[in-house]
């Protein structure tokens, strides 16, 4: 008898941009777009959603810097079924019936079976400033 495949709970529809490297410009000395990220593509995931800090004050040289971030799990069963890799720098614009600013940061596997044969959700970390650009495109 093999496991049903394990559910999120309390999942809310989660729409990833997804970053179009093939129609963005791309300085390689620098590893940075040129311009502005082009993010086309939208997909719409059944995700779970978990918010570390919203908002937190952070202090810097500047002064004060407030920023939000959390996570998103997402079954690796739908993101196949979706045809779905992650990158960073793809942008979260929606969360349940929320709009969003959030870009992708980090991954991390999760929740390990023997009979799946490894991890069975990937854990998404987003904040709310792009991690690795200036953000210009709407």
Do not use: C
């Not at 918010?51 to 202090?59: C, G, N």
């Not at 390990?112 to 210009?136: I, K, N, T």
């Amino acid at each position: 008898m093999t496991r049903p495949y394990p559910k999120l709970i309390h999942p809310v529809p989660v729409t990833v941009r997804k970053f179009a490297w093939d129609k963005t410009g791309w300085d390689d000395k620098a590893r940075e777009p040129i311009g502005h990220a082009v993010r086309d593509r939208a997909v719409v995931l059944s995700g779970q959603v978990k918010y570390k800090s919203i908002e937190e004050p952070t202090p810097e040289f500047a002064g004060v810097r407030r920023e939000s971030k959390g996570y998103v799990i997402f079954r690796y069963i739908d993101l196949e079924a979706a045809g779905v890799t992650l990158e960073r720098g793809d942008k979260i614009t929606k969360i349940g019936n929320r709009n969003v600013t959030y870009f992708v940061e980090y991954f991390e596997d999760a929740a390990h079976y023997p009979d799946l044969q490894g991890a069975a959700f990937l854990q998404v970390w987003f904040v709310d400033r792009d991690p690795g650009e200036l953000e210009l495109d709407t």
